[in-house]
């Protein structure tokens, strides 16, 4: 049970990123939210790269333990946060470039584009 | 390479419908040809037929405007389109609102079945 | 070693070079910056071409970064399949095929029209930076990097969107594509997570190779199918698509046409090569479907109603899309049926891998019209238009194809396709096909519109001065257009040199996993 | 160019008739619209009306020209293709009947273009039409043989 808790977590912040996405109006917030929902995924990995009693998969300080922790989830994670950066980079510059347009960082207001 | 694409119920031969065209165009150019060129250039004669007004130089006062156009259609579909109208309300939560709800609904339904 | 073998590797280092040699360069002038731009992306189509001859040829073709095999053998004898590989089979040689053409096409346009705005080091080196994202997504054989193809074409694209960042529109449509496509990532990288916490593996083939449908597998299915759909446009997630088409530069709107078409691949490989038979129920492929139908006729639907060239032709990317998803989603329905398959299957998979050939090709070329247009007159509203067909013949012409081609009149190649989903989706239940022939006959409805408004009609004063585009303007739209023409006039040696190899490769799950396995690890 | 004598052998009876109603109170249209209708039926004559008088071989106008018509009914009048006839349908179109010397006319209709038959009535039967534009055919068999004299003479 304890094993899942990770998960658990990565449950509970996903579905905290997607109700902030829903619920907040602000733009800031709501990239705030994509983070978050970044974040839970980064965790998810992670948590899947775990193994009980494993050591670091490199030879020569591996010690006397066999189990060995596969690098992959780590460099998988490594680079979604390089990705998450950019993108939460982008966002708040278009959000900057969006209140210096149309006077207002309410998700509400900003829809001159529809129909 | 002119060869005929069979669809399982029949097929489709694009030469044949170039032949078909030429033939057409044939046709259309002949009947143009038939027509009367005697009327008197420069005159009256070869001027726009507008109700006998003058014809405004101008074309931005007589040509209908996109938004006019298939005005009927959407009126006759005027409950439709404010159903679909209103579902493009353009702000960008909603957006991903539809997203998440149909990812949702697919994944509960996936498990259902 | 034969060069052919680093052709996948090539044709994703040209571009990414591009994209990172265009500030140095943009510091040489104009010029050579516009050499740089159209040089990169017309290397990019004759490697695109030779990798597809060559995968033709060959059969499958795949490359390991790193090594020469993508599996780590230890040992003790266990091999871990850990390298990056790229596989290159029929149906990405195709639909790369098609993305450089298009790409080509929208570099040859975006040089004249691009000229008068600065910042344009910045728009090569991420328009060359899309195009790799977007090739890189058709290449991958490799679920995560499939992930990392996504973001680069997504943040390439959010910074093309919003590159006349002086309109605040753009801004907006770039900040809604934004946000939908991060959310949609984080759920294709959940799914990538999931499968590999359960396998041990990335690569597309290997999962293939050992998949059990549960309800893991299930859910994985799910996210990976909407968050594609999403990208490619399907209906209800359509709503950032009409946006982010009409905001973008066209040359860039031209490029999207295929990125989004790369998503579409990825939808495909995921249900055909990853899932494949094993999916068991039918509840995907006729999902699958009933998306189609809903893009096709609300899209087709919204788009009669626009008064705005480019909005309208984004509206009919969704309905087009539709097509895709249809004809694809019947084939995947019969996949395990052999008799079925046979019968009419494998037809409306032709007809929805015809399709996406033909849709790329006309979509980008009535975007380059629709700018075209925008360049010539400074207009985007249909209501201000009007007689320019006398001004502008060429581009009247070619708008004609296109917008024959795309609402399926014969002999053009539109009609091609959509005679082979009807007739074969029409095999499932006629009231697929109804809804598909009502759809063309309303974008056929939408595009007498648009050039009963915008080319015919008396002249008005406000376009007295208009003139015709400049040659490489016409040139970038003269390649697609002989794209189509050829598609339409030899519709037979099209579908089987270019479509029925694709679609072969498509349906085969066996083969895709094979040639990278060899027969078991 | 000049294959005009061709044309002019089709059909020679068949006259395409167009309307002009310049200012007129409507009861001469009304007749000339029964006239169309099954009791009088004038196609089975070969006769029809056309919207345009660039399709028309006969311009009836009704009503007195008003002075807002005047140049639309000169317009359309140059704007028929040779050879034309005019037929005046009403008094109104004659002599301005009630009309005559009211400060806003122009006309009668002679003042402004040439007529050919005169259909006198308030408003004329439809019989009374239909024998003036028979009336009209006449006359344009007359100008068709000067015309094919002019033609053969060119020739």
């Excluded at chain 3, 009247?396 to 396709?417: D, E, Q, Y």
């Excluded at chain 3, 989903?421 to 056929?444: D, G, M, Q």
């Excluded at chain 4, 052998?9 to 099954?38: H, M, Y």
Aim: contains cysteine; proline residues 4%.
């Amino acid at each position: 049970m304890i094993g899942n808790a990770p998960f658990f977590v990565v449950g509970v912040l996903f579905l905290m990123g997607l109700l902030g996405i829903f619920m907040t109006k602000n733009l800031i917030k709501i990239a705030i939210a994509v983070s978050i929902l970044g974040s839970s995924v980064n965790i998810f990995l992670v948590a899947l790269g775990y193994r009980t009693g494993g050591t670091i998969p490199v030879h020569f300080l591996a010690g006397e333990g066999s189990t060995m922790v596969m690098p992959t989830p780590q460099a998988m994670t490594l680079t979604a946060i390089v990705i998450a950066l950019a993108t939460t980079a982008l966002l708040l510059s278009l959000i900057m470039l969006v209140w210096r347009h149309y006077g207002t960082i309410d998700v509400d207001e900003i829809r001159r584009l529809r129909g | 390479m002119w060869g005929k694409v069979y669809t399982g119920f029949g097929y489709w031969d694009a030469s044949a419908w170039i032949l078909f065209f030429f033939i057409a165009a044939f046709f259309t150019l002949w009947l143009r040809s038939q027509g009367r060129s005697d009327y008197k250039k420069g005159t009256d004669q070869d001027e726009i037929y507008w109700s006998g007004n003058e014809v405004p130089e101008d074309g931005e006062d007589i040509t209908v405007p996109a938004s006019s156009a298939y005005w009927g259609f959407r009126k006759a579909l005027e409950p439709f389109y404010k159903g679909l109208l209103g579902m493009h309300t353009g702000i960008a939560t909603d957006i991903v609102g539809y997203y998440v709800i149909a990812v949702a609904f697919l994944a509960v339904f996936i498990l259902l079945v | 070693m034969n060069w052919n073998e680093h052709l996948p590797a090539l044709i994703l280092i040209i571009p990414l070079f591009g994209a990172f040699i265009a500030p140095v360069c943009s510091l040489g002038g104009k010029t050579a910056r516009n050499i740089l731009l159209v040089a990169i992306s017309f290397l990019t189509l004759i490697v695109a071409f030779m990798l597809w001859r060559h995968v033709l040829a060959n059969g499958i073709s795949y490359y390991v970064m790193g090594g020469d095999k993508f599996n780590l053998s230890l040992p003790s004898g266990m091999a871990l399949p850990v390298r990056i590989i790229l596989e290159v089979d029929a149906f990405s040689a195709f639909m790369a095929l098609c993305g450089a053409i298009v790409s080509f096409a929208g570099a040859l346009f975006s040089v004249n029209y691009m000229n008068r705005f600065t910042g344009m080091g910045r728009f090569v080196s991420l328009y060359c930076l899309l195009t790799a994202g977007m090739i890189g997504m058709m290449v991958t054989g490799d679920i995560f990097n499939f992930f990392i193809f996504i973001e680069i074409s997504s943040i390439a694209s959010f910074g093309l969107i919003a590159f006349w960042r002086d309109k605040p529109t753009a801004i907006e449509a770039s900040f809604k594509y934004a946000l939908i496509s991060q959310v949609g990532s984080m759920f294709i990288l959940i799914a990538a997570g999931a499968l590999y916490g359960r396998y041990n593996m990335l690569n597309m083939a290997a999962i293939g190779s050992v998949l059990k449908m549960g309800s893991m597998e299930k859910l994985v299915l799910v996210f990976l199918v909407g968050s594609l759909a999403m990208k490619c446009g399907t209906f209800p997630m359509h709503m950032w698509l009409p946006d982010a088409y009409a905001e973008a530069p066209t040359g860039v709107t031209c490029l999207l046409v295929a990125v989004s078409q790369a998503s579409l691949y990825g939808l495909m490989r995921v249900c055909f090569s990853i899932y494949g038979a094993t999916m068991g129920s039918s509840f995907i492929p006729w999902m699958l479907i009933v998306f189609g139908l809903a893009s096709m006729f609300f899209g087709v639907s919204m788009a009669v109603v626009q008064h705005e060239i480019k909005r309208l032709m984004g509206y009919h990317s969704v309905s087009q899309v539709g097509y895709m998803l249809l004809g694809l989603g019947v084939g995947l329905l019969v996949l395990d049926d052999a008799r079925a398959m046979a019968d009419y299957g494998f037809t409306a998979i032709k007809g929805g891998v015809f399709h996406i050939f033909n849709y790329t090709m006309y979509k980008a070329l009535l975007f380059l019209t629709a700018g075209a247009i925008y360049y010539a007159t400074g207009k985007k509203d249909l209501n201000e238009m009007g007689g320019l067909a006398r001004r502008m013949p060429y581009t009247t012409f070619m708008f004609v194809i296109a917008a024959a081609a795309i609402s399926g009149l014969p002999p053009f190649n539109g009609f091609v396709s959509k005679l082979l989903i009807y007739e074969s989706s029409f095999a499932v239940h006629p009231f697929l096909a109804v809804v598909a022939l009502v759809t063309s006959v309303l974008t056929l409805a939408s595009f007498v519109k648009v050039f009963q408004t915008a080319f015919l009609g008396p002249e008005k004063s406000s376009l007295a001065k208009v003139q015709e585009v400049p040659a490489a303007m016409l040139i970038g739209m003269v390649v697609l257009t002989a794209a189509i023409l050829g598609a339409s006039l030899f519709p037979s040696w099209t579908l089987s040199t270019l479509v029925e190899p694709a679609a072969r490769a498509l349906v085969d799950q066996s083969g895709y996993i094979g040639a990278i396995l060899g027969g078991g690890m | 160019m000049m294959k005009l004598e061709k044309y002019l052998e089709i059909l020679p009876k068949s006259l395409w008739v167009t309307t002009c109603n310049s200012g007129s109170c409507n009861g001469c249209d009304i007749e000339i619209v029964a006239t169309i209708s099954p009791r009088y039926d004038i196609e089975r004559l070969g006769m029809k009306l056309v919207g345009t008088p660039r399709h028309a071989d006969v311009l009836i106008v009704t009503g007195p020209v008003t002075k807002y018509m005047t140049n639309r009914l000169r317009r359309i009048y140059n704007q028929m293709p040779d050879p034309k006839a005019v037929v005046a349908v009403g008094n109104c179109g004659a002599s301005g009947d009630v009309f005559y010397k009211s400060y806003n006319l122009d006309g009668p209709i002679d003042r402004i273009i040439p007529v050919d038959v005169y259909v006198h009535g308030c408003p004329p039967r439809p019989e009374a039409i239909i024998e003036g534009v028979a009336k009209a055919v006449l006359k344009l068999e007359r100008l068709r043989e000067d015309l094919k004299k002019a033609g053969e003479q060119q020739s």
